[in-house]
DNA sequence: CAAGTGACAAAAG
DNA sequence: CCTTTTGCCACTT
């Protein structure tokens, strides 16, 4: 099993309407830190079923540039299963965060949101 | 080997 | 919220 394809698997598994960061998805296939390595094999990534619009940055954001195809690809496929999208940004936390959230209390002091 | 680059991340202010 | 600073990893030059 190479890494990159379980970081597939991982992006896989992510359910519809659902949205993970490449560091989530970098630790659920078992490779914690290399959430770049995740962002690589997207970017490289060429499979039309693979749910690659649910992966967005650590804060929420979409990773991809502004104003760009992908960008715009992005923000439509997630409106379409019923995220919430607003300037590029999904306000619907992951379920990591959910956990953690429940776990250890609310976020961060400052007024990040991820 | 050094430096640059990118669909990253966390902390600090 | 935003930006900057560090640290990281996996190439590429």
């Given at each position: 099993m190479t890494d990159e394809a379980r970081i597939l698997a991982a992006v896989r598994?992510?359910?519809?309407g659902q949205v993970s960061s490449y560091g989530d998805v970098a630790r659920r296939a078992g490779l914690p830190g290399r959430a770049r390595l995740a962002a690589r094999v997207l970017s490289h990534n060429s499979d039309?079923?693979?749910p690659w619009h649910r992966v967005l940055r650590a804060d929420g954001r979409i990773a991809l540039p502004e104003g760009s195809r992908g960008y715009r690809e992005q923000s439509q496929r997630l409106r379409a299963e019923g995220?919430?999208?607003t300037r590029g940004r999904v306000s619907m936390p992951s379920r990591e965060q959910l956990l953690d959230?429940?776990?250890?209390?609310?976020a961060p002091a400052n007024g990040k949101r991820r």
């Open positions: 598994a992510i359910p519809a039309p079923l693979l995220v919430q999208v959230a429940q776990i250890w209390g609310p």
